[in-house]
T-cell receptor
Framework: GAVVSQHPSWVICKSGTSVKIECRSL??????MFWYRQFPKQSLMLMAT?????????EQGVEKDKFLINHASLTLSTLTVTSAHPEDSSFYIC????????????????FGEGSRLTVL | QKEVEQNSGPLSVPEGAIASLNCTYS??????FFWYRQYSGKSPELIMF????GDKEDGRFTAQLNKASQYVSLLIRDSQPSDSATYLC????????FGAGTRLTVKP
């Protein structure tokens, strides 16, 4: 199957600092990647859809100026949590869907390992 | 309106039993579905894909799709403690949002 790699796996930062999380598709080109956030014992919440070469589409209630998404290449999307606060502490997961070869994604999502952010 | 509805559980079964996880959907246009498994603290992973009516078996896992009744289910035979996880169903051409899934606990 396709491989999506996420880095870092764990990050601890001080309140007010910014943290960047990288998501890479290792063996396929991902025109679209998805960013999720998951709090303990809660469901995956879609934050935004990241489109290569264009602006991300954010879900309602997600602050685009706080969660900066850049998808500058077909294999890399980054999520930057700016001015992080303790309430931003969460498990952030990226995913990508593999193109079917006909211009449509298969719909199957391959997930990165996730990044656990702790803001002190 | 959510694309799919699942009983969030928790569902608890003894080791060796059959675990039955169910998912109903509202869009009759949905033709195929994925089942993902998410262990606590980990990312989801795909375990089954079903696109035609009836059953699809893969080892101890059987996915069932009933388009007339608009439900899809996942059966886990001979459940093991290692099957304890949250199971998520999602339509193939969905909006990439997930519900709470069903949390399964298999007790030794």
């Amino acid at each position: 199957g396709a491989v999506v790699s996420q880095h870092p796996s764990w990050v601890i930062c001080k309140s007010g600092t910014s943290v960047k999380i990288e998501c890479r598709s290792l063996d396929f080109q991902a025109t679209t990647m998805f960013w999720y956030r998951q709090f303990p014992k809660q469901s995956l919440m879609l934050m935004a859809t990241s489109n290569e070469g264009s602006k991300a589409t954010y879900e309602q209630g997600v602050e685009k100026d706080k969660f900066l998404i850049n998808h500058a290449s077909l294999t890399l999307s980054t999520l930057t949590v700016t001015s992080a606060h303790p309430e931003d502490s969460s498990f952030y997961i990226c995913s990508a869907s593999v193109p079917s070869g006909r211009g449509r994604n298969t719909g199957e999502l391959f997930f990165g390992e996730g990044s656990r952010l702790t803001v002190l | 309106q959510k694309e799919v509805e699942q009983n969030s559980g928790p569902l608890s079964v003894p080791e060796g039993a059959i675990a039955s996880l169910n998912c109903t959907y509202s869009d009759r246009g949905s033709q195929s579905f994925f089942w993902y498994r998410q262990y606590s603290g980990k990312s989801p992973e795909l375990i089954m894909f079903i696109y035609s009516n009836g059953d699809k078996e893969d080892g101890r896992f059987t996915a069932q799709l009933n388009k007339a009744s608009q439900y899809v289910s996942l059966l886990i035979r001979d459940s093991q403690p290692s099957d304890s996880a949250t199971y998520l169903c999602a339509p193939q051409q969905g909006d990439m949002r997930f519900g709470a899934g069903t949390r399964l606990t298999v007790k030794p």
